[in-house]
């Protein structure tokens, strides 16, 4: 079995010329979804991790499964306005605009070591968000994982530059 097989990709959506690729079909069968999940962690093994935090929305997904199979914590880092507690807010720029993550203030305690995870890496702005406000908060981000990566985007190398090790399941190039 291979994941990116278990990938559907949609052409023209959201808009003309987009190659959407669409992890709900990998969730939706059991082995290739358990298999993204023990391939997500692989990397990390016998590390200690404290805490796995994920991008919304896809990224609640995996998060919550690999923090279930860590038995460890789950943080949620959502778009601007969707947490209801005092939380911490970190911008940035996306091609057509600007976009904000959000992180509850009391999410994670200094020292704590943070698996971040998303079910894809473009431009890996809204992962270089998570990161800063996982790192503001006091925690350290062990490592980040993604099923896809889109390498002509560039985020990859962004992330990496942050000092942060990324591991990916598949890349599609933009085919």
Do not use: W
């Not at 016998?46 to 860590?70: C, N, P, S, T, Y």
């Amino acid at each position: 079995m291979n994941i990116r097989d278990s990938i559907r990709t949609i052409p023209d959506f959201p808009k003309p010329g987009i190659q959407f690729r669409d992890v709900t079909t990998l969730f939706g069968d059991a082995q290739a979804f358990r298999m993204a999940i023990d391939q997500l962690l692989h990397p990390y093994a016998g590390d200690r991790i404290d805490k796995v935090a994920a991008l919304e929305a896809r990224g609640f997904i995996m998060g919550g499964a690999i923090a279930h199979q860590l038995s460890v914590g789950f943080v949620p880092i959502r778009k601007s306005g969707k947490l209801p507690g005092p939380r911490m807010s970190e911008s940035y720029t996306l091609e057509y605009g600007e976009a904000t993550m959000e992180l509850h203030e009391d999410a994670l305690k200094p020292g704590e070591r943070v698996l971040l995870v998303d079910d894809l890496i473009a431009t890996g702005g809204t992962c270089e968000a998570g990161i800063k406000l996982i790192r503001r908060a006091g925690a350290k981000v062990i490592g980040s994982s993604f099923i896809i990566d889109l390498p002509a985007l560039g985020g990859r190398a962004r992330i990496e530059a942050l000092d942060v090790p990324v591991n990916i399941l598949c890349e599609f190039d933009g085919d």
